[in-house]
């Protein structure tokens, strides 16, 4: 089997999951390739998403580690098999893998769930907006670079899935740009929060508790709760975090910010508000 020069992160993914099952098994890299008989190799290129894994090894993976899951297997079943090439291929080698991953993450999303403290985030950001915030970049961008940027990230903005955000009162203030960009940022905010999939809430700066907001995080549902996956910005891209003690930490952070954030319609009259102020 060919081995992939830069699996994707969902690939990894997959190889994760089958590690975590093993060592819950309590077996070893070595046991299990005497077990499946291939070698010990195969057995780590698999577990890093190097190559890929059929149907029929997989759901013998399942059966030697004992994992009666039926709904996960079925889950990492179509993660194995799924061939698709979404429409982020088309920017494979123009971009950082970085963002394809994010890309298709969010494709085989079943919700999202976000939380911005200095930004709108990407997914409802104006054109002018998402300019602003490319051509700060240290260090700096190419035009083109920016605009493939953009192209990408409007790409991403035709989502249908359910989507939620926390918006802090400093993301909704800061000028990226200038008033004009501001304003309309604004505008779209108070149009998008009227779409059935898209539900928008405010954190004010008098709103105490501020410290539960204290970082942004992106929580994406997967096929099962237990495939689900926080993204987290860091300098160098993305970074996803899928433990389980992971995954706990930020539900709960995310549940924390929400419970103390604004209704959504007080949060719509918020955006008004500021709006009518520029």
Known sequence: MVQRREPTARQVRLGTELRRLREAAGLTAVQSAALLGVNRVQISHIELGLIGVSEERLRRFASHY?????????????????????????????????????????????????????????????????????????????????????????ARQRFTISYEAVLHEAALRIRVSDRAASKAQLAQLLELSEADHITLRVIPFDLEHFARASSTMTYVG?????????????????????????????????????????????????IHELAKEL
Not at 132 to 142: C, D, Y
């Open 66 to 154: 004992a994992c009666t899951d039926a709904k996960f297997i079925e889950a990492l079943v179509g993660m194995a098999t799924d061939r698709t090439r979404g429409w982020w291929e088309e920017y494979r080698g123009l971009l950082p893998t970085p963002f394809l991953d994010l890309s298709e993450l969010e494709h085989h999303a079943r919700f999202l769930r976000h939380v911005a403290v200095l930004y709108v985030p990407g997914l409802l950001q104006t054109e002018d907006y998402s300019r602003a915030v490319f051509s700060s970049r240290l260090p700096e961008l190419t035009d083109g670079e920016v605009e493939l940027r953009i192209q990408h990230r409007r």
């Open 222 to 270: 997967g096929p099962l709760r237990k495939l689900d996956t926080v993204v987290r910005d860091a300098p160098h891209g993305s970074v996803f975090l899928d433990s389980e003690a992971q995954l706990n930490s930020y539900r709960t952070r995310f549940h924390k910010v929400e419970d103390v954030s604004l209704e959504p319609y007080r949060s719509r009259d918020f």
